[in-house]
Each structure stands twice: as C-alpha cells, then as structure tokens.
C-alpha cells in the first residue's frame, strides 16, 4: 500500500453487499421450526401471493434458488434442442446457463454503451427463425429497454424472460419490474434486495406458464383430477406427466422472505440514498464516470458501478482494484463476459462477439452498496475511491 493512500485504511472490512436481518425475520423463521411443514407448507403460499401483489403480478412461483427459477422459466418457455436464446454477456452466468439446461443456444447480443442493458437493435440483429425467447438483464437494478425488447417479441412470437435479479423494488414506465414480461426473474440470495438464504422466484400474469412451472418444480407430477391423463387409481393416485426437478423452496425460506419483503421499500430507499451520495461525490470527477441512468426506469440500485476513463489514467483497474482491496473497501467486478469462461470457450463463443460489453468489462468496478451501511462507511468508499483513483490522474 502506497503511503499516500495509507491513512485511507479502514479497520474493517466493508464487503459489496451483504444481508440486513432483524429480530422479525428470526422470529418468522423460528415459527416454522415449532410448526408442522418444514417445507411445502403455508408459507410458500403466503410469500408468493405477497410478492405477486407487491410487483403487479398475477402469479408467483417460488424456488431454491433464481438459477433453479431461471431453469424453470425456460423450460415453461418451451425453449429445447435446436432453440436460440438471446441475452445480454454483461451478467452472471446463470443467465445464459438456463438455455443451456435445456439443450438450447445462448446468443449473446452486445450491450447498450449508457445503460448498459442489452441493446435492442443489436438483440433485433440476431432474431432467426430458430429464436424462441428473448432474457434481458436488468443490470445493477437499471430496468432494461423492455418497452422496444416487448415489441420485437411481439413481431417474431418470442417469450421475454426477464432476468430481474438486480431488480425487485424497480420500476419501468411507472409500472414494478414483475408483472411487464411474460415472465420475470428475482433472486433471493444474501446480496440481492431480499434473501432466503438461497431462493428465486418467478411471476408471471399467464396461467399456464404458472401450471407449467409449479409441475417443472415438483417433479413433474400433477395431482389434480381434472389434468390426469389415466384415470385416477384411488385417493393416492398422482402422475409425473414431464419431467421436473425437486426445485422447492422450504417453508423456513418462505417466512424469511415474506419477513424481508415488509422492509423493500426501506432497503431500495437506503440504496438509493447511498447511491445519490456517490452521485454527488464522484459525478464532477475527470478519472471516472458514473452510472447513467434512463429516464424510463426507476433503479432499485443492487449494485453501484463505476467505469474508468482510463484515457485519463496513468494505472489500469487492477492495480486500482488492488489499491481499494489493501484499504478494506470490498470492491468487485460485475461482470466477466459470460463468453469468456472456458466452458462457453469450449463450445465454441469467441472474443470480439459483444465489443461494447468487451471494452466496458476492462473499465469497471462495483462499489459497495447495501443498506446497512453507515454513514462512516460511505464517506470511507468515497475517501478511498478518491484518494487512489485521483493519484493516477493525468
Ligand atoms: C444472482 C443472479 C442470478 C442467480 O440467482 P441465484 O439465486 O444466485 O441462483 C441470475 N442472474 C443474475 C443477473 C444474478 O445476479
């Protein structure tokens, strides 16, 4: 560490984000262990039907994980062998990898420069006669260009699943992120908005695809007597029609989701709040710029991403990276290119495929954001990202 820079150290480590959990959502969790169901029981239910309400969804199917959630979608999609699936490179692996459970073509089309969301004449690009859905990614929280993506799924009979794990607590066009696409994507892991410890969620406003995806997290199975195939044997009697995976959630990680969502506006107000002041902090700044935000969503701001003007840089991002790390301040990079991991290098996807997201990926850095941070601990972040980005200026 620079002795210049050194008086910046911070005694803790601050991480990019972390869970808030108060003594209510222990107590709803500890209900369900001194109840009957420790899983499959009321608290799906009560949690899914609350949530539907809350985004303006019909529907709401709740899952292990978004992963398992994502799978789930593609599957109620009816995306299979053959199939292509365009989505954005700028995101978490999960994104592309639902396609691929499903014997499917992840597509990568390129990112839009300002808001960082798939671009939709470059998405418009790559539309063929074996595409079947479209997944944007509502990046750091920033709601995608679902107006343009909606309408051009409209023209070439697509599905639009909307990978919102970024986003519960958005809005697009005055409307919450979760009742627009056909069907929509949270995440409930620690760093995201709410947590069950592990969980996702779909919603949608179609009931089959909502049919679709409760069979696809049990197993396939279908028990009521109106869908048999066979006729029934006895009161017993149930068929797996397709097959499913065991993707439930437990009722334990219902109540502490139906616990955390009460407190979604208070976390999406901290982190707006947070994000405001590094707004203001760091908005006049020459080394770097700050994140762009449309006028058509309202962001629920999971992440806070800088960009680099390394023109102006006389230090490239890892040693800025390197330099914030030894101060304690947990920044991180969202994300690797999906393209770029040796899995999907195996199967063929190239560098050069997505140059906007290419160039953006050397350039970034997600700041910490979470809203149980202090005052202290923002004016650290804003100290530290100043005093060492400010140093390398040229
Ligand atoms: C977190 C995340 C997921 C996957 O969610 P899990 O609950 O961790 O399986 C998918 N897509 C994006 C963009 C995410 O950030």
Known sequence: MSSLTSGLKRETWLPYGRQWIDEADIQAVTAVLRSDYLTTGPKIEAFES????QVGAKYAVAFANGTAALHGACCAAGIGPGDEVITSPLTFAASANCVLYQQATPVFADIDASTYNLDPAKTAELINSRTKAIIPVDFTGQPADLRTIRALAHEHGLLV????????????????????SDMTMFSLHPVKHITSGEG?????NSEDLYEKLLQFRCHGIVRERAKLIHEAHGPWYHEMQSLGYNYRMTDLQAALAESQLEKLPMF??????????YDEAFGAMKVLQI???SSEGVS????????????????GRKQIFEELIALNIGVNVHYIPVYYHPYYEQLGYSRGL???????????LTLPLFPAMTAADVRDVIAAVKGVTERYAC
């Open 354 to 364: 997505c140059p906007q997201a290419e160039r953006l990926y050397e350039r970034i």
């Open 161 to 180: 699943i909307e990978d919102a794990a970024h986003a519960l607590g958005a809005f697009y066009e005055g409307e919450p992120v979760g009742g627009i």
């Open 200 to 204: 996702g969620i779909i919603t949608t």
């Open 300 to 315: 629920s701001w999971h992440l806070y991403v800088i960009q680099l003007r390394l023109e102006q840089l006389s230090a």
């Open 291 to 293: 994140p762009w935000q």
């Open 268 to 277: 999406v107000a901290k982190r707006r709040e947070i994000a405001t002041q």
């Open 50 to 53: 609350k949530l539907a309400r």
